[in-house]
C-alpha cells in the first residue's frame, strides 16, 4: 500500500511523499531528519498526514522545539530609583546565559508603565558577546502618584517572525523596579488670561489644579490677597 505523506511545515519538518506498507506488514516507519541550524526560531507545532487510495486519511501532530535561542538574564544594578533620578537613575546589564547559543541577536526592551522610566527599545549582541549593560533613566512628573512597581522586559526578538520571544522561551527575561515618587499633595493656580483687565464681567478665569487621584471629589478653599 502506498501511502502519501504531507507536512504543514516543509521547512522545519520535512517528509518524503510517500511510503509503502510492504505485503504482510500493517505498518511503515518513516524517519524524520530535522537539520540543525543557528538560527533562533519558535517552537512549533506541525502536523503531518497520510492518506491513501480507500483510506480515511489520519494526521498527528508534534512539536518541533528550537534550541538556539539564547537564554537571557537580566541584572538591574538596583531594585529601587527615585523619581528625580535623571537620566541615568540606574543601570542593569543584558546577560546570555552561559553556555546557551552565541549566536548573534536583538532583544527588545519594553517597561509595564508607560511614561514612566527611559529606557532604550532595542539591544544587540553580536555573536559570542556574552553580555551589555545600559542606562534606565526615570520620567519626573509633578503628580503625587506615590510608589510605582515597573516590570522591565527583555524578549529576544525571532528573525523568522519579527516578533518577540514568548513568555515561556529562554529568550523572555523580566525584573521588576520600583519608583518612588518625589512630589505630595500640590496645587497649582493658574490665571487665564496671565493679564485681567479691570471693568469686564467675566474678566477671565483662574484654573485650580491638583496632582493627586482624581477618584474622590476634592474642596478648594480660595482666597484673594487683595
Known amino acids: 500500500l502506498t501511502v502519501t505523506l504531507t507536512t504543514s511545515n516543509a521547512t522545519r519538518f520535512p517528509l518524503p511523499a510517500s511510503v509503502v506498507i510492504q505485503p504482510g506488514n500493517t505498518s511503515a ?34 512539536l518541533v522545539a528550537d534550541d538556539d ?16 533620578g535623571g537620566l541615568s537613575a540606574t543601570q542593569a546589564t543584558l546577560r546570555r546565559v552561559a553556555g546557551s547559543s552565541p549566536v548573534a541577536f536583538t532583544a527588545g526592551i519594553s517597561a509595564s508603565l508607560g511614561n514612566t522610566l527611559i529606557l532604550p527599545t532595542s539591544l544587540s549582541l553580536a555573536a559570542g558577546q556574552q553580555q551589555i549593560t545600559f542606562n534606565i533613566g526615570v520620567v519626573d512628573n509633578a503628580l503625587n502618584d506615590g510608589t510605582r512597581n515597573v ?16 513568555p515561556t522561551s529562554a529568550g523572555y527575561v523580566t525584573k521588576s523596579l520600583s519608583v518612588l515618587d518625589n512630589d505630595g499633595p500640590t496645587l497649582t493656580v493658574t490665571p487665564i488670561p496671565l493679564t485681567l483687565a479691570e471693568g469686564l464681567a467675566p474678566a477671565g478665569q483662574l484654573r485650580v489644579q491638583r496632582n493627586t487621584s482624581t477618584a474622590t471629589a476634592l474642596s478648594v478653599s480660595l482666597s484673594s490677597s487683595e
Request: charged content about 5%; glycine content about 8%.
Open 29 to 62: 516507519s518513516v524517519t524524520v531528519n530535522l537539520a540543525q541550524d543557528i538560527l533562533p526560531e519558535l517552537n512549533i507545532t506541525v502536523t503531518a498526514q497520510a492518506g491513501a487510495a480507500g483510506h480515511i486519511p489520519a494526521n498527528a501532530a508534534t
Open 69 to 84: 535561542v539564547p537564554g537571557l538574564e537580566l541584572v538591574l544594578a538596583t531594585n529601587t530609583v527615585s523619581e528625580s
Open 151 to 166: 516590570t522591565i522586559t527583555a524578549a529576544l526578538t525571532i528573525p523568522s517572525c519579527g516578533c518577540g520571544a514568548p
